[in-house]
């Protein structure tokens, strides 16, 4: 794990301030509609690999930060951001010896998890989005998780 705690809560801090960066950078249209839920991949990551740091106030605090961003219902992504770490944060142990693949598996089931949360969540509240492009960064985000935990495996191992 990591030597230095405060170190390791900068990097956590840093990521999630380039996640919440990465879901409001413009983009085009073709590409928008895909752009994964990269501030979820780093909480997924962060939980994996540092639990104790990166708990479910972690989880909450980045949901939080969408829900500002994106100007919707108060509590709807800080509610689902914190039940996928909820689940993450228990398996962890089992998925940190999985096979990068089988994470990017378990992961596209957390990004399907949280989707369905807020697609129902938006039902509630008569807000539905119903179309079939809401489910594709479900799999941009699962095809990305590979390379996302190289980039961050590589940076934690240089910064040790």
């Known amino acids: 794990m990591m030597s230095n705690g405060s170190t390791g809560s900068l990097r956590i801090a840093l990521s999630a301030i380039v996640g919440l960066l990465l879901a409001i950078v ?45 100007g919707v ?47 129902w969540i938006d039902g509630i509240i008569s807000q539905p989005v119903t179309t079939w492009e809401r489910w594709l960064p479900v799999f941009s985000g699962a095809l990305l998780w590979p390379s996302l935990v190289a980039v961050l495996d590589t940076w934690n191992r240089r910064r040790r």
Do not use: K, N
Not at 30 to 50: G, K
């Open 73 to 119: 219902v108060l509590g709807q992504h800080a509610l689902m951001f914190l039940l996928v770490g909820a689940i993450t944060h228990r398996w962890q142990l089992q998925l940190r010896i999985f096979p990068v693949w089988q994470q990017a598996a378990w992961v596209l089931l957390m990004l399907l998890v949280y989707q369905f949360g807020v697609f």
């Open 26 to 70: 413009p983009l085009p249209h073709w590409l928008e509609v895909a752009r994964p839920d990269f501030l979820l991949l780093f909480v997924v990551y962060w939980s994996l690999t540092a639990p104790r740091v990166a708990g479910l106030a972690f989880a909450w605090l980045c949901g939080f930060g969408i829900d500002l961003l994106h």
